[in-house]
């Protein structure tokens, strides 16, 4: 029955409700400034309606929740905004960094000092014998080696100040997951189907968007409320009350996941900037442009621009000869430094199975696609030299070489009629000869097996009487091939002859030479061919060797060995830390190197060693030449330091039919070192081998990066020693020649200076492309900032429309539901009256 007691408890519930709604209009005015915090609004249901004669009467008013004004996909969209942004800022604040280190700005632009450096040899050449002229070319130098010395030192600086902001972002990012989890919790734990804790909603909603600044998230809501988060690579980062950790490891990103004692369980390595977003994602892809050892990033590129300067310069300047004569000790500029070599043979069972590219990383670096191929004979020499040419293309830190063997056919058993016939053919200079033996067996050279061990036992016989240091005069150079029979597994068919070189990773050339073609002489049947044969596809022993001189070779192939297994480097056993099945090596000196290895120094592939030869001019120190001709020094097969010491010792004692070298080569502290006895001076004459300027002997500059660069200290000492002329075939130097500095000043044009790459360009090209580029990185940068900041501030207005609090519609909201109050209290007030009224009736 509908009565007065109805009307006052409508009043009433009217009264709490628009109390209660006050409330949250004065919770949202005083959260205005809040950042993160979402409007809110009561929301109000009619109470459940009395049923009576007269229909059913309304019983005023309830509320039923408070109401978050959210849009959970703009939010989504604001989280994946505000991620780009970020990254584009950390670009942006990095970029300026490195802007700075290439400044271009008058007096400091690295292609005016390198114009004024050519100019002053310009000006050398003009006048060869002014020493003011050789002073001023050795300090245009030095301001050129400086500018590139600091801008590699600034490159570091940024580097160290970019990983700076890494570890300080990796740690707020380990804090921030933490801290939503924990949010999780709170919340999970006190929400109901009605009740929602809509302010703490709103803080793990800001600290998402925090964590969004530092890497692309994604998230979504369980059931129960809780937020999952995961990295924008899949990788999780909350889930529930748990949380997993991300650290900063050797310049990467990682994932780490711990148990409930703290054990780590798995570490996943992050590598794409792009996927990891964020400032973090930012600061990273500037960092892998500055990275040190990553050729086509801009430090890359810049050392290699010094690379180039420095191997042009010296290989020409290292061809002439400066005022005056060397008549002291030298000792060269670059160490042949011990070096790790890793050998191993290709599996030929899977010589037809392809390795992908990324599938194997060495040092870090993504080596290329390795094709297969069918083995031949046992041996799988195509996949071997696609494997080397992979290697080496990735630009690893470490050389790929392989050994040249050449294989003949099967032979031709001998007649009795060739009895006593004498075979002769030369391997690599080395006069071969056999006598045929065909009537004294069996067995005799009537049997192939017999005829090609008699043939290969002659061969060796032959390069080891050649090889003997007894020999007068020795022999140079030592001839480093040996002989085998064939037998089907071995690269050779069965009863073939195979000659190969013995150093491993040995690619010298094999020469054979002196066979006739005719099909009616002896020699037809030994089954070889005369030619020339170098290491490729068809030439080589299968066998792969790894040759690194600075780091230890560090090969990642996955999470087995399967990859291992086909470059016959699986099984756990190559290096003293190898675990087999890991898919990983880590292979270090102290496992296997060759000592002053030809390969340890910095420019070692610039070696010509088929063939190439320098030129070394003795005299008397009264100016008279000690010998009429020049002593032709030769590299071939040149495998080690000492190799060339004794080539030098023993040229020049058959040379001058002495006992002992009046120049005399040793070895000290990796370096050769130059010794003319006293009544001798010396001086270079040409070098088709570049060994000089590999090593640093009569060059100009010393170094080998931008932050190794500097001035050879012979040149620095004494300018005299600048090899603006070049000695004349006649064994003469004038102070008036200046062929060598024309042509060092030519080097400025050049059009097909190599780079590291492969790139060919000018060396002032180059350089105004890696300018270019990082002008044009940073402009990018800029304006896809600006972009990006009218699209967030778009977005937040858009934002705010739905979830921000407006002032004036909460002033409105407050005066509305003030009068509902007065209007509610009034009832009351009414009802009252009325029930004074009745009871004075009674």
């Known amino acids: 029955m509908?009565?007065?007691?109805?009307?006052?408890?409508?009043?009433?519930?009217?009264?709490?409700?628009?109390?209660?709604?006050?409330?949250?209009?004065g919770h949202n005015i005083a959260n205005v400034d809040t950042p993160g915090y979402t409007r809110q609004s009561l929301a109000l249901t009619p109470a459940i309606p009395t049923p009576d004669a007269s229909g059913f009467f309304g019983n005023g008013v309830q509320s039923l929740k408070i109401n978050r004004h959210y849009d959970q996909f703009m939010v989504k969209r604001m989280s994946d905004q505000n991620s780009s942004l970020s990254n584009l800022q950390a670009q942006q604040e990095s970029m300026r960094l490195v802007e700075t280190s290439f400044n271009e700005a008058p007096g400091l632009a690295v292609n005016e000092l390198m114009s004024e450096f050519w100019a002053s040899w310009q000006t050398l050449s003009s006048y060869p014998e002014n020493i003011s002229a050789r002073g001023a070319a050795v300090q245009k130098a030095k301001i050129v080696i400086d500018q590139l010395n600091s801008m590699a030192a600034e490159i570091t600086r940024t580097r160290f100040d970019?990983?700076?902001?890494?570890?300080?972002?990796?740690a707020d990012v380990n804090m921030l997951t933490s801290q939503i989890a924990a949010m999780n919790v709170k919340i999970t734990a006190s929400e109901t189907d009605v009740r929602q804790q809509n302010d703490l909603?709103?803080?793990?909603?800001?600290?998402?968007?925090?964590?969004?600044?530092?890497?692309?998230?994604?998230?979504?809501?369980t059931n129960t409320g809780a937020y999952s988060v995961l990295m924008g690579d899949g990788h999780t980062l909350v889930e529930n009350d748990e949380n997993w950790q991300i650290d900063l490891l050797d310049d990467k990103l990682q994932w780490i996941s711990k148990n409930s004692k703290g054990d780590v369980l798995k570490t996943a390595a992050l590598t794409e900037s792009e996927a990891i977003g964020g400032k973090i994602g930012g600061w990273m892809e500037i960092y892998s442009n500055i990275d040190p050892d990553t050729p086509e990033n801009y430090l890359g590129r810049l050392d290699a621009l010094a690379n180039a300067l420095i191997r042009e310069v010296n290989q020409q300047h290292s061809q002439g000869a400066g005022l005056t004569r060397f008549s002291e000790q030298l000792t060269s500029n670059d160490a042949a430094q011990n070096t790790a070599l890793l050998t191993s043979t290709i599996d030929a069972a899977t010589s037809t199975d392809t390795i992908q590219a990324g599938r194997l990383l060495i040092n870090d670096r993504e080596i290329g696609k390795i094709e297969g191929a069918t083995a031949r004979f046992g041996l799988a020499n195509i996949k071997t030299y696609n494997t080397a040419q992979a290697i080496n293309e990735a630009i690893t830190g470490v050389r790929a070489r392989l050994t040249t063997q050449v294989a003949g056919d099967a032979v031709a058993a001998m007649g009795a009629g060739e009895d006593g016939n004498v075979i002769t053919l030369q391997i690599n200079g080395i006069d071969v000869s056999y006598t045929v033996d065909s009537t004294s067996g069996p067995p005799d050279d009537t049997d192939p097996a017999t005829l090609a061990a008699n043939v290969v036992a002659a061969i060796n016989q032959a390069i080891d009487d050649y090889n003997d240091p007894t020999t007068v005069p020795e022999n140079i150079?030592?001839?480093?091939?040996?002989?085998?029979?064939?037998?089907g597994n071995n690269g050779g068919a069965a009863n073939s002859i195979i000659l190969r070189n013995t150093n491993a990773g040995d690619e010298s050339r094999i020469i054979i030479s002196g066979i006739d073609s005719d099909p009616l002489l002896s020699e037809t049947k030994l089954g070889l061919t005369s030619g020339t044969y170098v290491a490729d596809a068809d030439h080589n022993t299968g066998e792969l060797s790894l040759f690194s001189h600075k780091d230890s070779i560090n090969i990642n192939a996955g999470v087995d060995d399967l990859y291992l297994d086909q470059l016959g480097l699986g099984g756990g056993s190559r290096s003293s830390t190898d675990e087999g099945g890991d898919g990983q090596l880590i292979f270090e000196a102290t496992d296997n190197q060759v000592l002053f290895a030809m390969q340890g120094f910095d420019y070692s592939d610039e070696l010509r060693t088929d063939g190439g030869s320098f030129k070394i001019w003795l005299y008397n120190n009264d100016d008279t030449l000690a010998l009429p001709q020049?002593?032709?020094?030769?590299?071939?097969?040149?495998?080690?330091?000492?190799?060339?010491?004794?080539?030098?010792?023993?040229?020049?004692?058959?040379?001058?039919?002495?006992?002992?070298?009046?120049?005399n080569a040793s070895i000290k502290d990796n370096k050769l070192v130059l010794t003319p006895d006293a009544d001798h001076q010396f001086a270079f004459g040409g070098d088709t081998s570049n060994f000089l300027a590999t090593a640093g002997i009569n060059t100009f500059f010393s170094g080998s990066s931008a932050d190794s660069i500097g001035i050879n200290g012979v040149v620095e000492q004494n300018v005299e020693y600048i090899a603006a002329g070049q000695v004349s075939t006649i064994g003469e130097i004038f102070r008036g020649d200046q062929a060598n500095a024309?042509?060092?000043?030519?080097?400025?044009?050049?059009?097909?200076?190599?780079?590291?790459?492969?790139?060919?360009?000018?060396?002032?090209?180059?350089?105004?492309?890696?300018?270019?580029?990082?002008?044009?990185k940073g402009r990018t940068v800029d304006r896809d900032y600006e972009y990006n900041?009218?699209?967030?501030?778009?977005?937040?207005?858009?934002?705010?429309?739905?979830?921000?609090?407006?002032?004036?519609e909460e002033m409105a909201d407050l005066i509305k539901f003030q009068q509902a109050y007065s209007a509610a209290a009034k009832l009351i007030t009414s009802a009252d009256e009325m029930m004074q009224t009745l009871l004075q009736a009674v």
């Open 789 to 808: 900041t009218l699209i967030t501030d778009q977005m937040n207005a858009m934002r705010d429309a739905t979830s921000g609090v407006s002032l004036d």
């Open 742 to 776: 024309l042509l060092i000043t030519n080097i400025q044009s050049n059009e097909y200076v190599r780079f590291t790459g492969g790139k060919s360009d000018t060396l002032g090209g180059f350089y105004n492309t890696l300018v270019g580029d990082i002008g044009l």
């Open 2 to 25: 509908i009565g007065i007691s109805q009307i006052l408890n409508t009043a009433k519930e009217a009264l709490l409700s628009h109390q209660q709604s006050v409330s949250v209009v």
């Open 477 to 487: 150079p030592k001839i480093t091939i040996e002989a085998a029979v064939g037998d």
């Open 162 to 170: 970019i990983n700076s902001s890494l570890n300080a972002a990796v």
């Open 201 to 221: 909603r709103d803080q793990r909603d800001l600290l998402l968007n925090d964590l969004s600044q530092y890497l692309e998230v994604n998230y979504f809501e």
């Open 630 to 663: 020049a002593v032709e020094v030769s590299l071939e097969r040149a495998y080690s330091l000492q190799d060339v010491a004794d080539s030098i010792n023993i040229s020049i004692i058959n040379a001058s039919g002495e006992a002992t070298p009046w120049l």
